[in-house]
């Protein structure tokens, strides 16, 4: 008899515990199940309406198509097995997991992006686009989720040169068309040398035919760590923001995208992204203590630019 007392109260006991755990764990030691919402649920609850236009479409769909560039490593690229890889490109699968989305990969065509947006190629492109200056009026443009420095790389050994003051007399070389020539060329007593890509500069600079190149910060960090036999110090000379472009218009795709990469930034993800692919450098913050390339470039113009 006592035996089967025994039994009955472990029973009741077991019972009683296992409708304990199951309250605990609905109240926060496990997340209780939630109810599935789809991509348009989601949307409408961070616009405070139905989602429209490209943003209607993505929702509709459950996929995100990125346009990115395949031949643009460490930011994206194409790997042996064919999968995308590279900063741009996890940062691109970090929002559609926020948003419940699938992503989709497309090549970018940077030279018709605006065209390529419109004609439903991608909904966005996230391929390092910088926001200063303003790459188009015909596109939009989100929060920033990361932010490049111009640096000056030299050989290992050479002294740095990480101010306007250090560059004088010397020649510098840089990439065509880009915000590294404008800004050297509107700087005087600087000689300014100009090559068809990063790399072409990179080669001179290690065979001593240039003092240095000037390029973005997570370049030099990647040709440093490489092993390139260069190295480049100081905070920046101006700094560039980078954000998803979308075709102008479309706000309410813009909102949404920004609802991600803001709590992406918070909750440290874009900073674990960086990190990763640029070998501990973090360039998810806005860097304090340099100007963006326009105001450099206004300062150099107007003769207010530090040179210490």
């Known amino acids: 008899m006592k035996g089967r007392r025994s039994a009955r109260l472990g029973l009741v006991t077991a019972v009683v515990a296992l409708a304990v755990a ?22 409408t609850a961070i616009l405070g309406h139905a989602p429209t236009g490209t943003a209607a479409g993505v929702a509709t769909r459950g996929t995100l198509v ?17 999968a995308w890889t590279g900063f ?15 992503v989709e990969f497309q090549q ?21 686009i910088a926001a ?12 920033p989720y990361a932010y490049t420095t111009a640096q000056i790389v030299v050989p290992t050994g050479d002294a740095p040169l ?32 100009v090559y068809a890509t990063d790399a072409d500069a990179l080669s001179d600079v290690g065979d001593g035919t240039v003092a240095g190149a000037m390029v973005a ?21 101006f700094f560039q923001p980078l954000a998803c472009a979308t075709l102008r218009g479309q706000t309410d795709l813009v909102a ?7 709590g992406l930034r918070r909750d440290g993800t874009l900073r674990r992204l960086s990190q990763h692919w640029y070998h501990g450098l973090d360039v998810s913050v806005r860097p304090a203590g340099v100007p963006s390339f326009s105001a450099a470039l206004a300062q150099l113009k107007a003769g207010a630019y530090p040179t210490g």
């Open 22 to 43: 199951a309250t605990v764990a609905g109240c926060g030691g496990h997340p209780a199940p939630q109810t599935t919402k789809t991509a348009t649920q989601r949307f």
């Open 66 to 82: 990125v346009g990115e560039d395949a031949q643009f490593a460490p930011q994206s690229s194409v790997d042996s097995t064919g």
């Open 88 to 102: 741009d490109v996890d940062v691109a699968r970090a929002i559609a997991t926020t948003l419940g989305l699938k």
């Open 108 to 128: 970018l065509d940077w030279a018709r992006l605006p065209s390529a947006l419109a004609a439903g190629h991608y909904d966005v492109a996230i391929s390092s």
């Open 132 to 143: 200063d200056p303003r790459p188009s009026s015909q596109l939009a443009l989100s929060v």
């Open 162 to 193: 990480a101010t306007l003051s250090a560059l004088q007399g010397k020649t510098i070389g840089v990439t065509a068309s880009t915000t590294f020539q404008q800004f050297l060329e509107a700087a005087t007593g600087v000689g300014v040398a």
């Open 217 to 237: 910060d997570t370049t030099a960090v990647s040709e440093t760590a490489g092993g390139a036999g260069v190295t480049a110090a100081g905070t920046g000379f």
């Open 256 to 262: 949404v995208l920004n609802r991600a990469l803001l």
